[in-house]
């Protein structure tokens, strides 16, 4: 057996190394929720995030994009309304479809979270070796592949 284990199929990761991967995630990820204050749920920011890159959205968009149901939608989509960082639009030829667009204080809340993030991951890059930090860029456009999925 190879040392990084058995792969279902070329270029897969061995089970030992996928949880290796899950395990370093969580751990980031906890990392960011404790050091960067969110004025949201994570539900929402993630929300808000996709609208300040895709632009204005459909709801049942959004949802799928999310990967939420239309009635957990709703409730993020409320909470996004009332702290007015997003706003529902309609379309002017079909007034049926509902359309949910970020707003200016959605951007800067987006902004100031995602700039809050790299500080704290660029303080904590800054004890990786030269060689650690340049195989972390080199599987930054892997990891997004694999978030992407």
Do not use: K
């Not at 990084?4 to 906890?30: K, Q």
């Not at 960067?36 to 300040?52: D, F």
């Not at 706003?87 to 800067?108: C, K, P, Q, S, Y």
């Amino acid at each position: 057996m190879a040392a990084a284990g058995t792969r279902a199929r070329s270029g897969a990761l061995a089970p030992e190394e996928s949880e290796r991967l899950g395990e370093c995630l969580a751990r980031l990820n906890r990392t960011l929720r404790r050091e960067v204050a969110l004025p949201l749920g994570s539900s929402a920011i993630q929300a808000l995030g996709t609208l300040h890159d895709a632009g204005r959205l459909g709801l049942g968009d959004l949802a799928r994009h999310e990967g939420v149901t239309p009635a957990t939608l709703s409730r993020v989509v409320a909470l996004l309304e009332e702290e007015g960082y997003a706003v529902r639009t309609t379309d002017e030829r079909d007034r049926r479809a509902a359309f949910l667009e970020i707003t200016d204080a959605g951007r800067e809340v987006v902004a100031r979270i995602r700039r809050d993030r790299a500080r704290v991951l660029d303080a904590r890059a800054g004890g990786l070796t030269p060689q650690q930090a340049a195989a972390v860029r080199a599987a930054l456009d892997a990891l997004e592949a694999l978030a992407d999925a």
